[in-house]
């Protein structure tokens, strides 16, 4: 992590630095031609457009999801904001009040997300001989034979090989329960110096060591050039928010959050970003479409009869279970999904390398989410960097047997409630994304 930070930045000009200023004269288009005329049509290494994703997922998708991750489960995240930076530690933190994180108080978890978020039914939350049998590795045997082959799986479960991220240790006496709802990601005045330091880190230290910024995209494999996009996509999908939630006034009554239409330019304009703004754009609907195919293909998972949304609300429980079946049903008709079979194919030995490749470097920019000064700011990298983690899991894990209904599903494949949360919050935020890029057009409009 010791290297020089300077060649991205001057690779990068204006791109992910916050900075004043014009970027150079203003051209004949309207702003919105500027930041999305490019931003349509088929994206690259896809079968799918922009336009497909819009209509999709504007009108379709986003309020039954927002709808989803409005309940007690999906609004409860542990997480461990006081992990310290593996990489360095200079951290300046950031003292605004808005950067700060409130945790939530014991009363204020549902209890049935408390006694074993891991677990996923009543019946292994709440029977103390599952405790027991999942400590001495044994099953008791009045459980039913569906239980004890889920309490088996839990026991035996090592998530080494799978995982494309190092998460929290929840069981930490640092670890605690955030209400999501209660703590929005938007703009903090979190900036500057400290703020830039990670996001070069993780370009320069992370996307496979690139000696150029551009020529070598055609060039690439499928799989490097995927990982570049993936967390372009990220920082351009965090950036939209950030510009959507935007503080725009403060008095000693009252704040007012909302679009701020300079912001987004100075982030996503064509000329004000030497062409990349556009590019980002396209990068973040590249990312919508790997956590939309992970979603299609973990369905059978979430079908098990074992499974619930578990809080210990049977009747929410049941219809929260139904509204996601209902989502993941629909996400698995989209008819343009992401083909993940192009990855990793061809020589065994050389995709396996690729692989662990991929997978360590993925791992690093999950390790320096810790290193991020804004507590707020913290806790939505960690949470949205888990949740793209736990989509690649789903695509690229030889336990997860999906499209195979006359199989059953299958008690190889696992996913944490932890994983579960920041999946679908995760891929909520980039759906947010996508639906304020419709709003940013219409503002956009008339301004020349």
Same mark, same amino acid.
């Given at each position: ?19 004043? $200023? ?49 309940? +007690? ?16 530690? *200079? ?15 014991? +009363? ?19 029977? #103390? ?10 099953? *008791? ?20 090989? +799978? ?5 929290? *240790? ?5 670890? #605690? ?44 494999? @499928? ?39 300079? #912001? ?26 790997? #956590? ?13 009869? *074992? ?7 049977? @009747?929410? +429980? ?27 194919? $061809? ?24 290193? @991020? ?76």
């Amino acid at each position: 992590m010791g290297r020089s930070w300077g060649f991205l930045v001057g690779l990068l000009g204006a791109a992910w630095l916050l900075r004043s $200023g014009d970027g150079g004269q203003q051209g004949p288009e309207t702003a919105a031609q500027r930041c999305f005329c490019q931003v349509s049509g088929y994206l690259d290494d896809c079968t799918c457009d922009v336009e497909t994703i819009d209509r999709f997922n504007n009108y379709r998708l986003f309020p039954r999801l927002q709808k989803l991750l409005e309940s +007690d489960y999906f609004r409860y995240y542990k997480v461990n904001l006081k992990r310290p930076c593996p990489f360095w530690n *200079d951290i300046n933190q950031c003292g605004r009040r808005d950067c700060a994180v409130k945790p939530c108080h014991s +009363d204020e978890v549902p209890d049935g997300i408390k006694s074993a978020s891991y677990k996923y039914s009543e019946e292994a939350n709440l029977i #103390e001989e599952c405790e027991q049998a999942e400590r001495l590795g044994a099953v *008791d045997e009045s459980l039913s034979e569906e239980t004890q082959k889920a309490v088996l799986q839990w026991t035996k479960h090592d998530d080494s090989s +799978d995982s494309f991220c190092e998460v929290d *240790d929840i069981q930490s006496p640092d670890a #605690e329960y955030v209400d999501l709802l209660l703590n929005p990601e938007r703009y903090t005045g979190y900036k500057g110096p400290d703020a830039w330091k990670i996001w070069n880190v993780i370009y320069e230290e992370n996307c496979f060591k690139y000696n150029t910024f551009y020529s070598w995209l055609e060039g690439l494999c @499928v799989e490097k050039r995927a990982f570049y996009r993936l967390i372009s996509g990220l920082h351009a999908s965090i950036n939209v928010h950030l510009s959507a939630r935007y503080l725009l006034k403060e008095t000693w009554l009252e704040k007012k959050w909302g679009h701020n239409v300079t #912001e987004f330019q100075q982030r996503f304009d064509g000329i004000l970003t030497e062409g990349e703004g556009p590019r980002r754009l396209k990068n973040l609907y590249f990312l919508y479409l790997i #956590e939309l195919r992970a979603l299609s293909k973990v369905l059978p998972f979430f079908e098990r009869p *074992d499974f619930q949304l578990f809080t210990g609300n049977k @009747v929410q +429980d049941a219809e929260n279970k139904m509204l996601l079946l209902e989502i993941l049903h629909d996400i698995k008709s989209f008819p343009l999904h992401f083909d993940e079979n192009s990855f990793f194919a $061809g020589d065994k030995k050389e995709a396996h390398k690729l692989k662990e490749d991929f997978r360590l470097h993925f791992r690093n920019i999950s390790r320096i989410m810790d290193c @991020v000064g804004c507590f707020k700011c913290r806790l939505w990298g960690k949470l949205q960097t888990q949740g793209l983690g736990t989509a690649l899991k789903i695509l690229f894990s030889e336990k997860l047997i999906a499209n195979m209904p006359e199989s059953g599903p299958s008690y190889e494949f696992y996913l944490t409630r932890q994983e579960i949360v920041s999946l679908f919050n995760a891929f909520g935020r980039i759906s947010t994304s996508v639906r304020e890029l419709e709003n940013f057009r219409n503002l956009l409009q008339n301004i020349h």
